[in-house]
Nanobody
Framework: QVQLVESGGDLVQPGDSLRLSCVAS????????MSWFRQAPGKEREFVSFITWRGYSTYYADSVKGRFTISRDNAKNTVYLQMNSLKPGDTAVYYC????????????????WGQGTQVTVSS
């Protein structure tokens, strides 16, 4: 099992940028695919982005494509989500997740989850 801890959430204004971090511990070698999901109040958890082990493959939800960038530093066991041009619709709790195999966009494909970090975009 992999333990995940997110950080970096904050209250920002529309158009601002924010970088989230997710530090993994435990069986980090099993964290083949790392992803970010988010959940807004009253809504289901939705996929944001994933990155594979060596970072060779990344994928983004249409709603964040061109604004968000996912990256990972395996030496630091850390995954990042750089969020630019933030909108009020990006307000949510952001969760980091890890899958021991090639993961996709479904939450059920991920075995390990962090506790989440709150991102609020408001003027």
């Amino acid at each position: 099992q992999v333990q995940l801890v997110e950080s970096g959430g904050d209250l920002v204004q529309p158009g601002d940028s924010l970088r989230l971090s997710c530090v993994a511990s435990g069986r980090t070698a099993s964290a083949w695919t790392m992803s970010w999901f988010r959940q807004a109040p009253g809504k289901e958890r939705e996929f944001v982005s994933f990155i594979t082990w060596r970072g060779y493959s990344t994928y983004y939800a249409d709603s964040v494509k061109g604004r968000f960038t996912i990256s990972r530093d395996n030496a630091k066991n850390t995954v990042y989500l750089q969020m630019n041009s933030l909108k009020p619709g990006d307000t949510a709790v952001y969760y980091c997740a890890a899958a021991s195999k090639a993961g996709g966009t479904g939450a059920h494909e991920y075995e390990s989850w962090g506790q989440g970090t709150q991102v609020t975009v408001s003027s």
